[in-house]
Structures are given as C-alpha cells and as structure tokens.
C-alpha cells in the first residue's frame, strides 16, 4: 500500500483551512476564544481577551520563513543541477528520506527540465520574498500565533519535496544517469513561466505600494497605521500579493503537469490564500467606510 506522507500533510492543512474557514466566516461568534484566536493573525487578529493557551509571536518573523527558504531551494537546487549536468551521485539518506516521504513506490511523472525549471523558479520567488521582507515592508506590531509560523517552515520544505521526489534522478542512486534536454521544454514550461514572471512583478509592485503607506517621500517610516492601498492590482482586488501567489503556484502546476504530489501544494495554497484574501478584504470594509465598493478580495470581479 502507498503511504504518500506529502500527500496526507498537505490534504489535512488544506482540509483544515477550508473547514475553520467556514467556521470563521459564517458562525464566528459561537466559536471559543481559543479557536478563533488559533486561525486569525495581523491586523484582522482577535481582539478580545485572549487565551492563555496561545502563543503568539510577532507578525515581523515571517521572515525567517524566507531566510530557510532561499537558502532550503538553494541547496536542493545546486544538487540537481550537480545530478543532472555533472552526474553527481543521490545521496542514498536522501533517497530514504524521499521514499519515507513520497512512498518507495514514487516514479519520476515530470522531465529534468519540468523539474529543474520547477525549482529554479520556486527558489526564484524564495529570495524575492527574502528581499521583500527584510528591505521593502515595514510590519507593524501585530501578531501570528505560533501554529502559522510553524506552517510556513512546513510549507516550504513540502513544496520543495513535492518537485524532487517525482523528479528524474531522485528516485534512486543507481542506473543510468539523467539525460537532459532543451527539447523537452513544453509550451507548459513556456507559458508557466511567463504567468510566474509575470505575477512575481505585481506581487513585488504590491509589497511597494504598502510599504510606501508607512514611508514619506525620503523613504522614512512615519507610520504602522492601516491605510488603503491603491494602484496596480489594488484597483481590482484587496489582496493583490495573495492573487500573485496563487498564479506563482498555478504556473508551476502547468510545469509540473503529470506531477501526482505538486497539486496538493497548489490546492493548499489557494484555499490559504483565499482565505487570507477574504478575511483582509472584509477586515478593510469595515474599518474603512468609503471603501471601493467595486474591489474584490482576491479574483478580479468575481470574488
């Protein structure tokens, strides 16, 4: 019997967002403390008296998720460049591990060049996010409980497991080495691609545009106060960074198509980010009144 252990992480933190989401969305005030308390974070946090059986730590450490995770990427990264163009040996501990992870019965469902775009790409938007959150955004002094925090160093090593464990050249050390070549690049590789460049930019314009609330012209931090942001995608939805993510994860999906794990990624990521984009949404309109009526959450003129 397979026992794909990505596959049952994933499936249980999307089952559980899309649950306590409903949860939260529709009858929040007959929920305990402890629960409400548990799923919300940032300036949409619980504010009433807490429960002493959270621990929370400060909003600002999302960004050691993307110091683990530009450095994660890169490192797997250099060893399938090392595997596939300098017929470097799998470590047989990583094979293990692999195996405990994605079951012994895994098969290589993607080419060397779908997975090593793949990964590139992903280990792309790792440091980006890295830049962003140590050098363009200006956090406030809000909170996350420590079960988000915790989820994001989960995310990143799934999500990177996902690519490898059904890549060419990780399914064993033996055999013959991993041939790779350009003429396998797909009109997939091709048009995931240029949706993943082309939603990294606007994520990036986001970060900007709200960081540059809290900033005045010379680049000073004046403020930790919300504002409502506007330009760029902020004109179509309220959540513009958490639209990008779900196009930077539905690209790969196109790249990694025939992947058996990848798409347990993208589903827990779109119902993570839809969520997020919901409650931020909601979270604007009613604290402040003249907000643009006409702007969604998170899917332009739709939701």
Same mark, same amino acid.
């Not at 539905?250 to 589903?267: E, H, K, M, R």
């Given at each position: 019997m397979e026992f794909n252990f990505l596959k049952i992480v994933l499936s249980l933190l999307t089952i559980s967002i899309v649950v306590m989401g409903c949860l939260?969305? +529709? %009858? $929040?005030?007959?929920?305990?403390?402890?629960?409400?308390? #548990?799923?919300?974070?940032?300036?949409?946090?619980?504010?009433? /008296?807490?429960?002493?059986?959270?621990? $929370?730590?400060?909003? /600002?450490?999302?960004?050691h998720f993307y110091v683990f995770a530009s450095v994660f990427t890169t490192l797997f990264l250099v060893l399938m460049c090392g595997i596939y163009f300098l017929s470097w040996e799998l470590p047989h501990w990583l094979v293990i591990l692999l195996d405990l992870l994605a079951s012994s019965n895994r098969r290589a469902h993607v080419s060397p060049v779908s997975s090593l775009l793949a990964l590139s790409l992903l280990t792309v938007q790792a440091w980006h996010r890295f830049y962003e959150t140590w050098f363009v955004c200006v956090y406030s002094d809000t909170k996350m409980n420590v079960i988000h925090y915790i989820v994001g160093f989960v995310h990143y090593i799934g999500s990177v497991m996902a690519i490898v464990a059904e890549s060419p050249g990780f399914i064993d050390n033996k055999g013959l080495p991993t041939i790779f070549q350009l003429?396998?690049?797909?009109?997939?590789?091709?048009?995931? #691609?240029?949706?993943?460049?082309?939603?990294?930019?606007?994520?990036?314009?986001?970060? %900007?545009?709200?960081?540059?609330?809290?900033?005045?012209?010379?680049? /000073?931090?004046?403020?930790?106060?919300?504002?409502?942001?506007?330009?760029?995608?902020? $004109?179509?939805? /309220?959540?513009?960074? +958490?639209?990008?993510?779900?196009?930077?994860?539905?690209?790969?999906?196109?790249?990694?198509?025939?992947?058996?794990?990848?798409?347990?990624?993208?589903?827990?990521?779109?119902?993570?980010?839809? $969520? #997020?984009?919901?409650?931020t949404h909601w979270w604007y309109k009613s604290k402040f009144k003249d907000y643009p009526a006409t702007r969604k959450a998170v899917i332009p003129y739709v939701l």
């Open positions: 939260i969305n +529709n %009858v $929040e005030k007959h929920l305990p403390v402890f629960f409400v308390q #548990t799923f919300r974070f940032g300036k949409f946090a619980y504010r009433g /008296s807490p429960s002493q059986l959270i621990v $929370e730590v400060p909003k /600002s450490w999302f960004r003429k396998e690049i797909t009109l997939g590789n091709i048009y995931g #691609t240029l949706l993943f460049l082309w939603a990294l930019y606007h994520q990036n314009r986001a970060a %900007v545009l709200l960081a540059n609330l809290r900033k005045d012209r010379k680049g /000073s931090i004046v403020t930790l106060e919300h504002r409502v942001p506007h330009g760029d995608w902020f $004109e179509l939805v /309220s959540s513009p960074h +958490n639209l990008a993510e779900i196009l930077m994860y539905l690209a790969l999906t196109f790249i990694l198509l025939g992947s058996n794990t990848w798409p347990f990624v993208f589903l827990w990521v779109l119902s993570n980010q839809v $969520e #997020t984009a919901l409650l």
